[in-house]
């Protein structure tokens, strides 16, 4: 059985997540402090900077409004590196995360086909538009995530942790 656009955007959005979800719950709190490099995006900025692009994809797709405003202050792109100690707790980013995937699971379950061709929802000029569609929004957006939880994995595993069970 052959998937469309939606359905397998669908089927790796529920993918990402869960691998998103697992790496996540790997990390113990002095974890969060721990980055790839000296002065780089320490995992706790990393976590909020996901809860930031993945609830701002619905901006693009049109569907509404962001949960965490907020957070896009602190942690879209961008954004200067904001100390550890400054940051919201990883509880609360833990939960938000939660919630925001939450709500874009049944956003992304409810796209249509024919909606992946049509300009994003944000787009001001066409012509001059790198992601132009809400299909390469999505798609650059799903690498953008896909990036991240990378960087959190790698983390994960140089605290010792193991990242797949």
């Excluded at 879209?76 to 100690?85: I, M």
């Excluded at 944000?122 to 569609?133: C, G, M, Q, R």
């Excluded at 299909?135 to 983390?155: D, E, F, N």
Aim: proline share 4%.
């Amino acid at each position: 059985m052959s998937m469309n656009t939606a359905q397998n955007f669908a089927a790796q959005y529920e993918l990402v997540n869960d691998w998103l979800t697992g790496i996540v719950n790997g990390f113990e709190e002095d974890d969060w402090k721990l980055s790839l490099a000296p002065g780089k995006n320490h995992a706790l900025w990393l976590l909020g900077h996901l809860v930031a692009s993945d609830d701002d994809i619905v901006l693009y797709l049109g569907k509404g409004d962001v949960l965490y405003p907020h957070y896009q202050e602190i942690f879209s792109q961008g954004k200067p590196l904001l100390a550890y100690e400054k940051c919201p707790p990883a509880s609360e980013l833990k939960e938000s995360l939660k919630k925001v995937f939450e709500r874009n699971s049944k956003i992304v379950a409810e796209l249509r086909e024919e909606e992946f061709d049509e300009p994003h929802a944000l787009v001001e000029n066409y012509e001059t538009d790198y992601f132009k569609t809400k299909r390469r929004v999505v798609m650059a957006w799903q690498l953008h995530q896909l990036y991240h939880t990378g960087q959190l994995g790698a983390i994960l595993s140089m605290a010792g942790k193991k990242i797949y069970g």
